[in-house]
């Protein structure tokens, strides 16, 4: 299939949906199929992760989707599509931490007010009714 034609096949579809739920499981944040570099991202996660589940799951999405029109659209292993966390080892156990640490002092100014952007390790996203949206 070509480019995007196999997000025409509903069995494409399932098995794409089945890679986004194990990556929000995995690293805790929704990758969206209408992301122009879904694929790209997927292959990425999958080759950072070493999941068996995601591996699968990614496997049956390139075999709907045409393995010759993936590769060859793959960028060099050295030019990421975004940011991947850094894998940190402590002691025994292996942890993925965002590559940015965040400033607790750090501010926004929205609609004239000012407001702290991290709140109880979570991120300032805006102003809903008047009082501030952190996630």
């Known amino acids: 299939m070509n480019d995007k034609e196999w997000m025409?096949?509903?069995?494409?579809?399932?098995?794409?949906k089945d890679c986004i739920h194990i990556?929000?499981?995995?690293?805790?944040f929704k990758l969206t199929l209408s992301h122009p570099d879904f694929i790209f991202l997927l292959?990425?996660?999958?080759?950072m992760l070493d999941s068996d589940a995601l591996g699968l799951a990614y496997s049956q999405l390139i075999?709907?989707?045409?393995?010759?029109?993936?590769?060859?659209?793959?960028?060099p292993k050295d030019q990421n599509v975004i940011d991947l966390p850094v894998k940190q080892?402590?002691?025994d156990t292996?942890?993925?931490e965002p590559s940015n640490q965040h400033d607790e002092?750090?501010?926004?100014t929205s609609h004239g007010k000012t407001y702290p952007r991290w709140q109880e390790g979570k991120e300032f996203r805006g102003i809903y009714r008047g009082q501030p949206t952190y996630r």
């Open 89 to 91: 080892v402590v002691g």
């Open 105 to 108: 002092n750090e501010t926004i």
């Open 8 to 16: 025409l096949n509903p069995k494409a579809i399932r098995h794409a």
């Open 94 to 96: 292996v942890s993925l």
């Open 43 to 47: 292959h990425e996660y999958v080759d």
């Open 23 to 28: 990556v929000k499981e995995e690293l805790g």
């Open 63 to 75: 075999a709907m989707a045409g393995p010759g029109t993936v590769l060859r659209t793959l960028r």
